[in-house]
DNA sequence: AAAATAGTGTCTATGAGACACTATAGT
DNA sequence: ACTATAGTGTCTCATAGACACTATTTT
């Protein structure tokens, strides 16, 4: 059991959020070498007395000031050139963030948000790409652009058996809402009758007897979710 | 971006086997503290120069022979205590692993291949317990047994989409025995018309016209798997 | 012949998709 | 009234499970 040289063991979190039928990616300008002016995920070293669990929390918390928000590990990447100037494995985590309250936590970091492209259909797997708002091509750092897409890869998958559609969004909405956000994390449409049948039958969500407001047509059903999990 | 002190960064493998509608594990009896006398994963630091999928090669071949079967990367385990004597992170793999491969791998290294009971059902998920050849139960090194459940939670998992099932089997085999596998590994009998159906439907077995032997009753089919994987 | 499993055919239950229809909000 | 979406009812199609039956091997 000889340890030889120690590498050192960053977490980086990709937090992903969706809006207008799109995802959006929380990223960081690079302002230091290496992949300076490329754009990366928040993240950090851990510390000797923390799980990789807390440390996740911690660096989401300290770099974007999101909190109490879905947070999973994700996969460990730990190829040896991923950082030039060190060998690193990194313990990437996804996050789940609605958009309200990404936005409400904006103010405190020096993060972005970026929309995320995805060039593959279904759980195909591979890096996306990040685009500024008038649909340029960002540059990424690392392997972040992988990270980011074996995230993606992870929703499309669960989203066929856990209900973590729930997690983008505030705690009450409509169906529709809630196809929104499933179609957009799948990039295809979903059949509307099926869609209700499956929600409905799942036992997750409960009415609330109360309707959407401020909409140009009939408002829908509010319903929220039966358990709002956080790690 | 400060390290502050580095962890050690290991490997562990859960390398598992089918045999006899019973799941086996690989593993290790520790003859040094800590948890002297108990049963541990095959394990080892990872190298400056190589991968974390490099690293779980190099670890399984060296420690119990094996090579050239399903390894996966499965889940990172960073608990401050999990090692009394120093801060480890640990990256583990898993192995699925054809019994006669394993049974002629033995020879080689210092491992046993011990039965594991799971106490829980479907994907519920849990640490799973090691059993003697007489049942008694053995007493499990560091976090391995919480490695050991989730990596058949994994493959309980991934059998509703993944032909994982063929990793298990010699390149030729029987629908039945086949069906043995699934049956074994997600602990419930299935329905034998479906799984036929459903195999013979997914395009990945290939019918050799040959016949299985030696059994005492009508030999099935041998069927081939469309591609075999590793790494 | 008996035992055991292989393999096929068919019926039924279930769930998804398609489609049509009615209901209800804002403009 | 018009538009857009909510929400319901029903038909069809695909698939899984259940069951019955025939086929084929060893003992």
Redesign the pocket.
């Known amino acids: 059991m000889e340890a030889g040289h120690k590498p050192l063991v960053a977490v980086d979190v990709a937090a992903l959020s969706v809006w207008e039928r799109r995802l959006w990616a929380v990223v960081v300008p690079r302002r230091a070498e290496p992949f300076r002016g490329r754009w990366g995920l928040p993240g950090g070293f851990i510390r000797m007395h923390e799980s990789l669990d807390r440390a996740a929390e911690r660096i989401l918390t300290t770099e974007t000031g999101l909190g109490d928000v879905f947070l999973e590990q994700l996969y460990s990447f730990g190829a040896a050139g991923r950082d030039p100037r060190a060998r690193v494995i990194s313990v990437a985590y996804y996050a789940l963030v609605d958009w309200n309250q990404l936005q409400k936590s904006k103010a405190m970091g020096q993060t972005e948000v970026m929309r995320l492209h995805v060039p593959w259909a279904g759980e195909a797997g591979g890096a996306v790409e990040l685009r500024a708002a008038d649909g340029a091509r960002l540059p990424t750092a690392f392997d972040h652009a992988e990270i980011l897409g074996m995230a993606v890869k992870r929703i499309r998958g669960k989203l066929n058996y856990a209900p973590i559609g729930f997690q983008l969004l505030q705690k009450k909405f409509?169906?529709?809402q809630l196809q929104e956000i499933h179609e957009t994390i799948l990039n295809r449409k979903?059949?509307k009758?099926?869609?209700?049948?499956?929600m409905l039958s799942s036992g997750l969500l409960k009415a609330t007897g109360r309707?959407e407001a401020d909409?140009?047509?009939?408002?829908?059903?509010l319903y929220g979710f039966v358990r709002r999990s956080a790690i």
Chains 1, 2 share one sequence.
Not at 193 to 198: A, G, I, K, L, V
């Open positions: 409509t169906l529709r979903l059949n009758d099926s869609f209700r049948r499956r309707r909409v140009d047509h009939r408002p829908g059903e």
